[in-house]
């Protein structure tokens, strides 16, 4: 069973600091989307990485897939109040007839 | 924008009560999902539906069905609801193809069962 393994399970920081949040497997994906989600709503597409060590900017947030294409890293420069909620990393397996497969999400939380 | 409309944002039921739960999407997706999200737990795989009239099941789907008689609306169904399927429950959709496409969610619906 393939597993997506997100860390830290939560991170409160105060507004302007920097922060890395992780998401790892033993498994390799063809692709890896990061999804943010707010209170109240569904999970919102931030970005899709292809390609092994792949990094992509999305204006604070940078986002890295790991050379083997095992896992990914989203980074914030930053931070601040609206950056607020759930960041979800979800892999695409190898075999396309497979289903997309969500880590458990890391909760963020930015103090003004 | 794809929209992904959820019928009920709160819903609040009895055990034992059939269920009903409605998803439609405006983008003429081949693909939708019915997904369940508790803390801890992420998010779980009920149901799924690549095409009209066809469904495949989950990792979750004992206690659920679902429907799918129009491309844009796929229905889960909870045959008889029981307390522990008090839950957010996140409908999406997404184009063709496993994988690679992103899922577009619903704001989800907020289901307790008393």
């Known amino acids: 069973t393939q597993l997506l393994e997100q860390s830290p399970q939560f991170l409160s920081i105060q507004e302007g600091e920097n922060l890395t949040v992780y998401c790892n497997s033993s498994s390799v994906f063809s692709s890896l989307q990061w999804y943010r989600q707010e209170p109240g709503e569904g999970p919102v597409l931030l970005v899709t990485v292809v390609t092994g060590g792949e990094v992509k900017k999305l204006k604070r947030l940078t986002f890295q897939f790991g050379d083997a294409r095992k896992d990914s890293s989203l980074h914030i420069t930053a931070a601040q109040p609206g950056d607020t909620g759930l960041y979800l990393c979800?892999?695409?397996?190898?075999?396309?007839?497979?289903?997309?497969?969500f880590g458990k999400g890391t909760r963020l939380h930015i103090l003004p | 924008d794809v929209k992904v409309t959820q019928s009920s944002r709160y819903l609040v039921k009895r055990t034992g009560e059939k269920v009903f739960l409605e998803c439609v999407q405006d983008m003429d997706h081949e693909n939708m999902f019915w997904y369940r999200q508790d803390p801890g737990l992420g998010l779980r795989l009920i149901y799924f539906?690549?095409?009209?009239?066809?469904?495949e099941k989950g990792d979750i789907p004992e206690g659920y069905s679902v429907s799918r008689e129009k491309k844009e609306r796929f229905s889960l169904i909870l045959e008889s609801a029981s307390t522990n399927q008090t839950s957010m429950y996140l409908c999406?959709?997404?184009?063709?193809?496993?994988?690679?496409?992103?899922?577009?969610f619903g704001d989800g619906t907020r289901l307790s069962i008393l």
């Open positions: 999406a959709s997404s184009w063709p193809g496993t994988g690679h496409q992103p899922q577009h």
């Open positions: 539906s690549y095409d009209v009239k066809m469904k």
């Open positions: 979800a892999g695409a397996p190898m075999n396309r007839d497979d289903k997309i497969i």
